[in-house]
């Protein structure tokens, strides 16, 4: 079974600037999460979808990060514009559902460096 | 708030040493907890998890976990250490009915010496 699909691995930009990252969820998991995980700390979740909805977003910084779901598979996080603090790994992590037992599997991850 | 405290930053243990790692959660009922291990460039793995029933939990790799409710405690072992297991370690909770939303603490670094 192919896991959880992330891209790019790594990105470097300057501040100011913006930036796009993709997930592929594991094929039927309805649910999706984007997690940051800043260096020395443990992730924060920015926002979770259930299909093509957020079921929770109130954590993201809506000033400057957007993320869509828009045909309840696939999902892009956005920086627009980018601030040194964003330097972190974002994860992009999905479930089969909402239930409470349902366990959560995550990618690789994106390191973005803001410059 | 749901919360998570993991005390220990970094943890070096011997080859073949017995491990513990500490976490302790903040929730106003039952947890669902959980164990997850991050090697350098990889995503969280799970090791195990706790919802229910039986306190001592087995998971992958010889790890298992002990909810504590008394000491509001989810600490992890293995009885032998290997060099392998060196990575980051981190424990999670999750609110009942919070859809899979997990928090997390901070992580414990452990290192193996051979």
């Known amino acids: 079974e192919a896991g959880v699909a992330q891209s790019p691995r790594y990105k470097i930009i300057e501040k100011r600037q913006s930036v796009a990252f993709w997930c592929n969820p594991i094929?039927?998991?309805?649910?999706l999460y984007w997690y940051q995980q800043i260096l020395g700390q443990g992730p924060k979740l920015l926002i979770q979808?259930?299909?093509?909805?957020?079921?929770?977003d109130s954590q993201l910084p809506k000033d400057r990060f957007s993320a869509e779901r828009l045909k309840g598979v696939d999902s892009t996080l956005k920086i627009q514009p980018a601030k040194l603090e964003d330097s972190a790994v974002y994860l992009c992590?999905?479930?089969?559902?909402?239930?409470?037992?349902?366990?959560?599997?995550f990618g690789q991850g994106t390191r973005l460096t803001v410059v | 708030a749901q919360s998570v405290t993991q005390p220990d930053i970094h943890i070096t243990v011997s080859e073949g040493a017995s491990l513990e790692l500490r976490c302790n959660y903040s929730?106003?009922?039952?947890?669902?907890l959980f164990w997850y291990v991050q090697s350098p460039g990889q995503g969280l793995q799970l090791l195990l998890k706790?919802?229910?029933?039986?306190?001592l939990v087995q998971g992958i790799k010889g790890f298992e976990a002990e909810f504590k409710r008394s000491q509001s405690s989810f600490n992890l072992r293995k009885p032998s250490v290997h060099w392998s297991d060196a990575a980051e370690y981190f424990c999670?909770?999750?609110?009942?009915?919070?859809?899979?939303?997990?928090?997390f603490g901070t992580g414990t670094q452990l290192k193996v010496e051979l």
């Open positions: 094929s039927g998991h309805a649910t």
């Open positions: 929730y106003g009922a039952t947890p669902y």
């Open positions: 979808f259930q299909n093509n909805g957020v079921v929770d």
């Open positions: 999670a909770v999750a609110g009942t009915g919070g859809g899979n939303k997990l928090t």
């Open positions: 992590a999905s479930s089969l559902g909402v239930g409470d037992s349902t366990e959560a599997f």
């Open positions: 706790y919802f229910s029933g039986d306190t």
